[in-house]
């Protein structure tokens, strides 16, 4: 850890992956990368989103809660 803390280490812009789907009236799961591993957060969305989608995390409203979005398909 540095010496201001976690708190320079936003996951906002970070890719994942959703581990537990996102329905649209609670939190799924997704692992994303972060801090030189991978670590696990709740993750909201505005609209439900399927395991195993890749998503960028938009917003973060807690230490381990994330909002995501689904990446735009290539």
């Known amino acids: 850890m540095n010496a201001l803390g976690d708190t320079e280490q936003s996951p906002v812009g970070a890719i994942g992956r959703v ?6 009236d609670g939190p799924g799961e997704v692992l994303i990368a972060v801090r030189g591993g991978t670590e ?13 989608v890749r998503v960028v995390v938009v917003d973060r409203t807690s230490a381990r809660s994330v909002v995501v979005e689904p990446l735009p398909a290539e």
Request: hydrophobic letters at 45%.
């Open 19 to 24: 581990t537990v789907s996102i329905p649209s």
């Open 40 to 52: 696990a957060f709740a993750a909201w969305s505005r609209t439900p989103i399927a395991k195993h």
